[in-house]
C-alpha cells in the first residue's frame, strides 16, 4: 500500500496552534479588531471613521458624542473622522471652493481591503507584541457624481489602521492616479476623552507659532511650555519641530500623539457656547470630557504629480 501524502503542515503548529490570535469581526457598517489581550478599535467602513479604540484595562481613548451619526447621514461628531482634501471651509477660489467643509473622505463609505497581522503572530511565537492592521481603501471611481463634478481629480487613499499592544497608528497614503497634478491638505480630526478638561494640560507645542482661528486668524506663539484649556480653543499650529504632543491629566500623562511625516497639529475645543450650537454634540457639557488633537498637513498644500505618492499619519499611546 502506498503511503498517502500528508497534509502540508505550518512550520511550527503547535506553537500556532496554541497561540491566540487576534479577532477582526466585519459587519455591513463596520469592522472590529480585538487583541487576545484585550485592546480593541472599531472603525466605520462610513468615512473609514475609527469610532472606538480602547487599551486592555477596558479604558475608551476616543470621545464619540452620544448623538453622533453612525449611519451614514453625515459626518462622526467623534472618533478619528479624516479631513482630505480640504481643511476647514474651501477656499472662495480654486479646486477645492465646491467642496464641503473639511473635504468628502469623511462623509463617503470606504472599502475594507483587508486585514494583515504581524510576524510575531503570524509566526505563532505567542509572543504577545500581536498587531492587527486593517486597511480601507477609497478611489475616484467610489464617488458620487455629485462630489466627483466637485473634485474631479483620480486618486487612491489607502487608510491602515494598526492596533497593536502598544498603541493605535493611523496611516493616510494618499496617490495621485490621474494623469495632471493636484494639491490637497490631510488631517485626522481626533477626538480624544479625558476625564476633565479643568485638569488637562497639553505639552510638545511650547514656543511653537499657530493661527488661532478664535481670537483673530493671525500668528502667535506659544509662550507657555503647557497648554490648558479654559475656553474655546481653534488653534493651528505649524511647522512643528518635536513629533510628540501629549495630553497629560493633573500632570500625568494620559495620551500621546506621534506624528509621522505630517508637520502641523490642530488643537481645537469647542467649549460651552459652540458645543450648544452642534446639533449632533452631547451632552452638552460633553466639551469637557474631550478635546482634539489633530495631526494634518493643513497650513499650506500638498501637491502630487501623476503616479506620485505621499503619506502621513500618527501613532497614539494610551498610559491607562
Ligand atoms: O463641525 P466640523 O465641520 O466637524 O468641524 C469641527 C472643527 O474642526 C477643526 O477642529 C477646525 O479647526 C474647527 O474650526 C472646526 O470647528
Same mark, same amino acid.
Given at each position: 500500500?502506498?503511503?498517502?501524502?500528508?497534509?502540508?503542515?505550518?512550520?511550527?503548529?503547535?506553537?500556532? !496552534?496554541?497561540?491566540?490570535?487576534?479577532?477582526?469581526?466585519?459587519?455591513?457598517?463596520?469592522?472590529?479588531?480585538?487583541?487576545?489581550?484585550?485592546?480593541?478599535?472599531?472603525?466605520?467602513?462610513?468615512?473609514?471613521?475609527?469610532? #472606538?479604540?480602547?487599551?486592555? #484595562?477596558?479604558?475608551?481613548?476616543?470621545?464619540?458624542? $452620544?448623538?453622533?451619526?453612525?449611519?451614514? !447621514?453625515?459626518?462622526?461628531?467623534? =472618533?478619528?473622522?479624516?479631513?482630505?482634501?480640504?481643511?476647514?471651509?474651501?477656499?472662495?477660489? =480654486?479646486?477645492? @471652493?465646491?467642496?464641503?467643509? %473639511?473635504?468628502?473622505?469623511?462623509?463617503?463609505?470606504?472599502?475594507?481591503?483587508?486585514?494583515?497581522?504581524?510576524?510575531? $503572530?503570524?509566526?505563532?511565537?505567542?509572543?504577545?507584541? $500581536?498587531?492587527?492592521?486593517?486597511?480601507?481603501?477609497?478611489?475616484?471611481?467610489?464617488?458620487?457624481?455629485?462630489?466627483?463634478?466637485?473634485?474631479?481629480?483620480?486618486?487612491?487613499?489607502?487608510? !491602515?489602521?494598526?492596533?497593536?499592544?502598544?498603541?493605535?497608528?493611523?496611516?493616510?497614503?494618499?496617490?495621485?492616479?490621474? &494623469?495632471?497634478?493636484?494639491?490637497?491638505?490631510?488631517?485626522?480630526?481626533?477626538?480624544?476623552?479625558?476625564?476633565?478638561?479643568?485638569?488637562?494640560?497639553?505639552?510638545?507645542?511650547? !514656543?511653537?507659532?499657530?493661527?488661532?482661528?478664535?481670537?483673530?486668524?493671525?500668528? %502667535?506663539?506659544?509662550?507657555?511650555?503647557?497648554?490648558?484649556?479654559?475656553?474655546? *480653543?481653534?488653534?493651528?499650529?505649524?511647522?512643528?519641530?518635536? &513629533?510628540?504632543?501629549?495630553?497629560?491629566?493633573?500632570?500625568?500623562?494620559?495620551?500621546?500623539?506621534?506624528?509621522?511625516?505630517?508637520?502641523?497639529? *490642530?488643537?481645537?475645543?469647542?467649549?460651552?457656547?459652540?458645543?450648544?450650537?452642534? =446639533?449632533?454634540?452631547?451632552?452638552?457639557?460633553?466639551?469637557?470630557?474631550?478635546?482634539?488633537? $489633530?495631526?494634518? #498637513?493643513?497650513?499650506?498644500?500638498?501637491?502630487?504629480?501623476?503616479?506620485?505618492?505621499?503619506?502621513?499619519?500618527?501613532?497614539?499611546? @494610551?498610559?491607562?
Amino acid at each position: 500500500m502506498v503511503d498517502r501524502p500528508k497534509k502540508p503542515t505550518s512550520l511550527n503548529p503547535s506553537a500556532r !496552534s496554541s497561540a491566540p490570535q487576534p479577532t477582526v469581526d466585519i459587519s455591513d457598517d463596520r469592522v472590529t479588531a480585538t487583541l487576545p489581550t484585550g485592546e480593541s478599535v472599531s472603525i466605520l467602513l462610513y468615512g473609514a471613521t475609527v469610532i #472606538s479604540w480602547k487599551t486592555a #484595562s477596558g479604558a475608551e481613548n476616543l470621545w464619540v458624542s $452620544e448623538k453622533a451619526a453612525l449611519d451614514g !447621514s453625515k459626518p462622526v461628531r467623534g =472618533g478619528i473622522p479624516i479631513v482630505f482634501p480640504v481643511f476647514g471651509p474651501p477656499p472662495k477660489e =480654486g479646486p477645492t @471652493s465646491k467642496l464641503p467643509q %473639511h473635504g468628502f473622505a469623511r462623509s463617503t463609505r470606504w472599502e475594507f481591503l483587508g486585514k494583515s497581522s504581524s510576524e510575531g $503572530e503570524a509566526q505563532g511565537q505567542g509572543s504577545g507584541d $500581536e498587531s492587527v492592521k486593517l486597511d480601507f481603501g477609497l478611489y475616484g471611481a467610489g464617488l458620487d457624481e455629485s462630489v466627483k463634478s466637485k473634485w474631479p481629480y483620480e486618486f487612491g487613499l489607502v487608510y !491602515s489602521v494598526t492596533l497593536g499592544r502598544e498603541g493605535l497608528m493611523t496611516v493616510l497614503n494618499v496617490r495621485n492616479e490621474g &494623469d495632471e497634478g493636484w494639491e490637497f491638505q490631510m488631517l485626522l480630526h481626533t477626538y480624544l476623552r479625558i476625564d476633565d478638561i479643568s485638569k488637562t494640560t497639553i505639552s510638545g507645542l511650547g !514656543s511653537a507659532t499657530y493661527i488661532d482661528k478664535v481670537l483673530d486668524a493671525t500668528t %502667535h506663539t506659544q509662550s507657555t511650555p503647557t497648554l490648558s484649556i479654559t475656553s474655546e *480653543v481653534d488653534r493651528v499650529y505649524t511647522g512643528l519641530k518635536q &513629533d510628540t504632543t501629549s495630553v497629560l491629566a493633573d500632570g500625568k500623562p494620559r495620551l500621546d500623539v506621534v506624528r509621522d511625516n505630517l508637520e502641523d497639529t *490642530v488643537v481645537w475645543n469647542p467649549w460651552r457656547e459652540k458645543a450648544n450650537a452642534m =446639533g449632533d454634540f452631547a451632552p452638552k457639557d460633553g466639551y469637557k470630557q474631550m478635546v482634539c488633537v $489633530e495631526v494634518g #498637513s493643513v497650513a499650506g498644500w500638498q501637491r502630487l504629480e501623476p503616479g506620485e505618492t505621499f503619506e502621513g499619519g500618527m501613532m497614539m499611546r @494610551s498610559y491607562v
